[in-house]
């Protein structure tokens, strides 16, 4: 794929994840190789560093330094030698950003997982942010804001082989052991899920084992996995975050959720997109069809994340889910 192309195929996820689209295609448009992404994305983001030094107040160095935390977040889904680096980078520019910006925003680690804690400490209801397979705490900007703005705390969280954690661990696809010592280390009582991408998988395989899920919503979260029919890039990225091809295989076998969602007896809410076609990946129809509690929302025009539609379904969602944990 060539450097335009996989720019334009990620323009509605930067801008989901909080980018400014006119930043954006700049920097892509300097791009003649593919290869340069991790380069000139760190780029990017060391100059919202720079900027966050300069700054004459604290929120202008807050928004730098948030600003620079995604662009960092967003040089580790192309190729980029510094991966590991690009996401410590993204990590410490979120910290920063949160010690100017939100002072009361917690950093919350456990076994398998690390995070922020953001929002009332006295709110009615938690909602954890799951991520996907190459996603990670410091994207999906748009969703974290509008649940805050309901008054929720949100746990926006990094799990095995994913963001922060990602070069030290790899993926499990019994992730709702992770997001039991969430709930256990959060103390939170009343609980819920938003999965994005792989991580819809995570949050329905979590709503289906973990009693103390009240509410879930999962956006392009696949239902199953066909190992065998997944595009390279995918599998290739799969076997990155699983250490290995052999466990790669295992990890997409154990994706399917046709035992497991009659299983989950809260609420869920699952969203995709139309236009949200990869080869081996099933999308979320069943898993609305077997849930007893299922609600499908399908917007024809969408995109993998529906970066694209995002007026059709963001507000829903997190209205959706604040009124389903009130």
């Known amino acids: 794929m060539s450097a335009a192309d996989f720019a334009a195929a990620n323009l509605s996820r930067a801008t989901g994840a909080g980018l400014d689209p006119h930043e954006y295609l700049r920097v892509t448009g300097e791009l003649t190789d593919l290869e340069q992404w991790g380069e000139a994305f760190m780029r990017a983001a060391r100059e919202h560093l720079a900027r966050a030094g300069q700054a004459a107040t604290a929120i202008s160095a807050g928004e730098h330094l948030r600003a620079a935390a995604r662009w960092f977040h967003f040089a580790t889904l192309g190729p980029n030698r510094q991966n590991a680096l690009a996401a410590a980078e993204a990590d410490t520019a979120m910290r920063r950003a ?3 910006l939100e002072p009361q925003a917690r950093r919350i680690e456990g076994p398998g997982f690390t995070g922020w804690l953001r929002g ?5 209801a938690t909602v954890v942010v799951v991520p996907g397979l190459d996603s990670g705490k410091e994207e999906f900007h748009d969703l ?5 703005r309901r008054g929720l705390a ?9 963001g922060a954690l990602a070069a030290t661990s790899t993926v499990r696809a019994d992730y709702h052991h992770v997001i039991g010592q969430v709930i256990d280390t959060l103390g939170a009582r009343n609980v819920g899920l938003v999965g994005l991408s792989l991580g819809g998988y995570y949050v329905a395989e979590s709503a289906a084992r973990e009693s103390r899920v009240a509410a879930a919503v999962t956006v392009s979260g696949p239902f199953r996995l066909h190992w065998d029919v997944l595009p390279p890039p995918v599998r290739d990225l799969l076997i990155q975050r699983a250490g290995g ?3 790669a295989r ?8 046709s035992a497991l969602a009659p299983q989950i007896t809260c609420p869920l809410l699952i969203i995709d997109g139309g236009q949200d076609v990869i080869p081996g990946v099933t999308n979320g129809e069943p898993l609305a069809c077997l849930a007893p509690h299922g609600r499908y929302v399908s917007l024809p025009h969408g995109d993998h994340l529906l970066g694209n539609a995002r007026p059709d379904w963001l507000a829903m969602a997190v209205d959706w889910i604040s009124g389903a944990l009130a």
């Open 245 to 247: 091809e052999e466990a």
């Open 250 to 257: 295992r990890f997409a076998g154990q994706v399917d959720l």
């Open 144 to 148: 974290v804001t509008a649940l805050l």
């Open 154 to 162: 949100v746990f926006a969280m990094d799990g095995p082989g994913q």
């Open 120 to 124: 009332p400490a006295d709110a009615a």
């Open 98 to 100: 949160l010690e100017l």
